[in-house]
Every structure is written in structure tokens, then in C-alpha cells.
């Protein structure tokens, strides 16, 4: 078994591409229509004598309709009706700001590997025409995130309520083009759309992965990159896990020593680091552009040495603690019992929360362990209270359940035992929850025992593992329609680079996705690695590091070489 990545091959033969099961060999498109009163034009009979010899000499998509990850909600195949993608295609879509900001997107994913120039116009009633269209269609019944592709051999039509749903859409066709659309330059490759219809829709309104960049710090393109694999699966949220005793990562200006003085240090020495307000409000752009919601977190009232450090006034002795580079929890507190702390906690949130237009903001809330009893939930309760006059749902751990219940209040899960009825008792009372069981979804957590980096407290977790549990049903007494969603955090004590980043994310990032997006009926194992194997030829021609886990059928074609550099204790191989 190996614990090593795989790296970005050459770019792929597109004649190795197999051939579609449920097809014949070879088709021809239909004809065009000639209408009595005029000949067809030059570039129509081009147009159309390129897709017919295109049809005979190249065998039909390696794609199948349902060979998407998240599994679509319903899939109707039409093997007639495959489309390709041609030179002289444009991009058509409705007369919407953020919708034409989709097809801006759209083209940009597929110029790079096809080498066209890919036009995108926009118009009152969008129609492919021998390309693709994105269309605005007010259908209530695809609800706000969902979508209908349809492919045929005129072109790829998507349609959706809302530009996010479009953008779902959009990421359902990068998935049906061969996998050599991810190569960064021109490929030669046949462009085609396997035949027929998609209707998709999510499951859970909430869907996202956290990253910890307070262990170890990750500048503003490494999130950027991490931002893009979400968006890919389907995932709508960003969880930031901004502050924590060995880093503090936010620039906050009426306490300006948190960033200049709490952020410089991390886990084993490594630089530190802080975003400024450009930096955060880049992210938070770049995330809205593919309608993902950030999430940020400020740890409290532990997890705050790195805050200790620089205004000691928050400790409860009043003396500053040294610096923390190690990666031991729940030693540190501020003074629930002093008012400056909630001058602190006030003004800190209150400059988050202004310049993160989504909903929640994260209060953390774990591991207090030297807060105890009232003192805790007094704490916790007046924090709610802060989050709620700031306009903002409160978000915090588990660990809130026993204070009393705010209007909206989420809990984010991370136990391993299913029996939790203090959490349950939370959500009889109102609250939400959003799933992150850490022996299921924490991706910080190794494949294997011979995993280079992660841990193994809450168990080994292969792919299997990451997607055989049901959130609906998860935790005992808590109802399907009280839980918000689910969410994959990665922690980063031991995780250093982007590298590491992709590699614990991939594979297990797509199989919690599915989770948060598909039908339970969909829920097959089986089928979803066989679908999921597919995307090892599509990560390794974008240069995406991943881990070729032993339990999916990879093709066997891929090339295989480690790019995890070997940790203190453990050694770095190769499949």
C-alpha cells in the first residue's frame, strides 16, 4: 500500500480513451434541414460535414452520462445524441451579470486544453447553436443550487434558477468532456458530450470543507487553489480556521499586535504569516465569484495563545505566555471574567463579520478545557449574543450544546460515537447541525498506517471510510431535517505545503461531497469508485497532487511519482 501521491502526467493519448458500453461503434449527426427558399450556408455545411466525419472516424465519448462525482439526482442517457465541441463554438447566456460571470468561467476552463477561442455573448433567450448555452430559467422546482443539462447534437443547453446553479451545471460538463480538458495547453483530442439529460439538485443546503491555516500558515493563492477544488465538487463553503494558539491569521485593526505579533510564529518553528484585509477580502471575492461562502473562525474562549501573546491583558493572570509552537490543546483561555475580553471579542468579530458577506461566523468554542461549568456557558451565551447584534448565525463546535439556544444557532459535529444526547438535547431546542464526525470526515487523519503525514486518533480513514456513513442519520435523536449539512475539515498540524494540502483532500474530498449533494439513493460505494477513478487521469493533467488509494481502480496507465517530502519518523514511497 502506498501513501504517495500521484503527479501530473504528460499530456494524455486520446486514443486510449475506451470505448462507451452503451453505444454503438459509430453514428452520424442528422443532417441540417435545407430550407426550400435558400442553400445552406458555407460555414453550416462546414459545421456540419466536420461533425460527420468526426462521428466516423472517432469512436463516441470515453464518458458516460453518469460518470459524474457528485452522483446527479436523475440521469437520462441518450446515446444518439452525443455533442461535439468545435472550433467555431461560442458560449450563449442570459442577459445577467452574474450569470455571464459563469460563462466567463465556463470558457475560461475550456480554452486552455481545446485551444478555442470560445466567444462568450449574451442573449434574452440563450440557444447553443452548435455550442453551449446557460440559460436563467425561473424553475422552481430545481431550488436554488440546482440545474438541468441537456445534450444533444446541436450543443449542451444549461438551465438553472440561479447563476449558482449554473455554475453546478458547469462543473456537471467539465466532468463529461474527456479527462485532457484539465491539461493547461492545447491537446489533440476529440471534444465530445456523451447524449441526454441531467436533472440535479442538492440534498443539503450546506456543503464544505475547513481549512486550518493557523498550525501552518498558507498564503493567498494556496487557498485560492483549495477554493477551486471545492467548487469542482459541488462544495458551497469555506470554513477558515483563522486563529489558534500557534498562529493567530487575520489582520484586525483596532488590535493590530494579534497579526504582527500573534501571527508570526507556527507549529515546529515554520514562518507565520497573516492575511491583511486585501488578502481576506481577495479570498472572499474569489470564493463569491464560485458562489462559495466563507466561513471564519476566531477560537474561543481557548485555542488563544497566540492572542495571550500579544495583548497578555487577556490572560487571566495578566502575564503575556510565551510563544506556542507545539501542537498540544486546551492549556489556554482569555478571562471570561474580565471585561476587556469582550471589548476583544466585540471589536474582533465585529471586523470579521464586516468584511464576510455570508451568513455564519464561527466562534470555535472546543477544548476549553480550564473554562469550566458556568463559566463556560456564560461565556458562550454572551458570545452568541455579540454574533446575533452583529447580524450574523452563530457557528461554533459541539462543545456549545449545554449553552442556552440563539435563534439560528449551528453546531458543527466532530464526535466519533453517534450517541450524543447532549447534542440532541441542542437540536430539540432549536439548533442545527452541520456533520463532521472526525472518524469519517476529518481529512487530517491518515489513509493508512504508513501514511507519511496526519494522525490516526479517530481512526484510519480510507475512502471507504470517508464515504460509507449516512448524515441524515448519523447522530442518534437528531432528525434529517436538523442537520444543515456536512462538512470535511483538515486540520494542519502536520500538513506544510499546497502539496500536502491536495493530498489528504484527494480522494476523500469528492466522497464527502457526495455525501452533502446526492440522493440517498444514490449512496453505492461500488458505483461511486468506479466513477471516482475516473478522475485520477483528470487531477494528475491539471498538476493536482492526490493519493492513489488502493481500494479505487485507477487506471492502470497513470503515472506514479511521490511528491509528500518525508516527515521525522516516517518514510515517503512510491505505488
Not at 480510507?462 to 456513513?469: E, G, I, K, Q, S
Not at 441524515?472 to 470535511?488: I, K, Q, S
Request: charged share 20%; glycine share 8%; aromatic share 6%.
Amino acid at each position: 500500500m502506498s501513501s504517495a501521491p500521484t503527479a501530473a502526467p504528460d499530456p494524455l493519448d486520446a486514443g486510449t480513451a475506451p470505448r462507451r458500453a452503451d453505444e454503438p461503434t459509430r453514428h452520424a449527426d442528422p443532417a441540417p434541414p435545407v430550407l426550400a427558399d435558400r442553400a445552406p450556408a458555407a460555414p453550416e455545411l462546414a459545421r456540419a460535414a466536420a461533425r460527420t466525419a468526426g462521428d466516423l472516424l472517432a469512436p463516441p465519448s470515453p464518458v458516460r452520462l453518469g460518470d459524474v462525482v457528485p452522483a446527479p439526482e436523475q440521469v437520462t442517457p441518450d446515446p444518439a445524441a452525443d455533442f461535439v465541441l468545435l472550433p467555431e463554438a461560442a458560449v450563449r447566456v442570459s442577459t445577467d451579470p452574474a450569470a455571464l460571470a459563469v460563462g466567463e468561467q465556463l470558457a475560461a476552463l475550456l480554452r486552455p486544453a481545446t485551444g478555442y477561442p470560445l466567444p462568450v455573448t449574451d442573449a434574452a433567450r440563450p440557444e447553443p447553436a452548435g455550442g453551449i448555452a446557460l440559460a436563467l430559467d425561473d424553475d422552481p422546482a430545481l431550488g436554488p443550487e440546482g440545474y438541468r443539462l441537456d445534450v444533444t447534437p446541436a450543443g449542451v443547453r444549461i438551465c438553472a434558477a440561479t447563476p449558482a446553479g449554473l455554475l453546478h451545471g458547469v462543473q456537471t460538463l467539465r466532468q463529461l468532456l474527456p479527462a485532457a480538458i484539465e491539461n493547461p495547453t492545447p491537446v489533440a483530442e476529440r471534444w465530445v458530450v456523451p447524449g441526454g439529460s441531467i436533472t440535479d439538485r442538492p440534498r443539503f443546503a450546506y456543503r464544505g470543507a475547513m481549512l486550518d491555516v493557523a498550525r501552518h500558515f498558507f498564503g493567498v493563492d494556496d487557498v485560492l487553489r483549495v477554493i477551486d477544488h471545492l467548487a469542482r465538487y459541488k462544495l458551497n463553503h469555506l470554513h477558515l480556521h483563522l486563529t489558534d494558539d500557534q498562529g493567530w491569521r487575520i489582520a484586525v485593526d483596532s488590535w493590530p499586535r494579534l497579526a504582527t505579533v500573534g501571527g508570526a510564529t507556527a507549529v515546529g518553528d515554520a514562518p507565520g504569516g497573516s492575511y491583511t484585509t486585501a488578502d481576506y477580502r481577495r479570498i472572499v471575492a474569489y470564493a463569491a465569484e464560485r458562489h462559495i461562502s466563507v466561513v471564519p473562525e476566531i477560537d474561543l474562549p481557548g485555542h488563544t495563545n497566540s492572542a495571550l501573546t500579544a495583548y497578555p491583558e487577556l490572560a487571566p493572570d495578566g502575564v503575556a505566555p510565551p510563544p506556542y509552537t507545539g501542537t498540544e490543546v486546551g492549556f489556554s483561555y482569555v478571562d471570561p471574567a474580565n471585561e476587556r475580553t469582550y471589548d476583544f471579542v466585540t471589536d474582533v468579530l465585529g471586523e470579521v463579520a464586516a468584511r464576510t458577506p455570508g451568513p455564519f461566523l464561527h466562534v470555535g468554542g472546543d477544548e476549553a478545557f480550564k473554562v469550566k461549568g458556568t463559566a463556560y456557558t456564560g461565556f458562550v451565551e454572551r458570545v452568541q449574543r455579540i454574533v446575533a447584534d452583529l447580524g450574523k448565525t452563530v457557528v461554533g463546535w459541539h462543545q456549545l450544546a449545554p449553552a442556552a439556544h440563539t435563534d439560528g444557532r449551528v453546531l458543527q459535529w466532530w464526535g466519533t460515537d453517534g450517541a450524543d444526547p447532549v447534542t440532541a438535547d441542542a437540536v430539540r431546542r432549536g439548533a442545527r447541525l452541520i456533520l463532521s464526525p472526525g472518524n469519517h470526515a476529518y481529512l487530517d487523519m491518515k489513509y493508512a498506517p504508513d501514511t507519511p503525514i496526519g494522525h490516526d486518533w479517530a481512526g484510519l480513514i480510507d475512502v471507504r471510510r470517508a464515504y460509507d456513513w449516512d448524515p441524515g442519520t448519523h447522530v442518534a435523536g437528531v432528525p434529517a431535517e436538523a442537520v444543515l449539512g456536512v462538512e470535511a475539515p483538515l486540520w494542519t498540524e502536520s500538513v506544510t505545503s499546497l502539496a500536502e494540502i491536495e493530498f489528504m483532500l484527494l480522494p476523500r474530498l469528492p466522497a464527502v461531497a457526495e455525501l452533502g449533494w446526492s440522493p440517498r439513493a444514490t449512496h453505492d460505494w461500488t458505483a461511486f469508485r468506479e466513477r471516482l477513478a475516473g478522475h485520477g487521469r483528470r487531477w494528475a493533467a491539471a498538476g493536482i497532487t492526490y493519493h492513489r488509494a488502493p481500494e479505487i481502480p485507477w487506471p492502470t496507465d497513470e503515472p506514479v511519482t511521490a511528491h509528500i517530502p518525508t516527515q521525522p519518523g516516517t518514510r515517503t514511497t512510491t505505488a
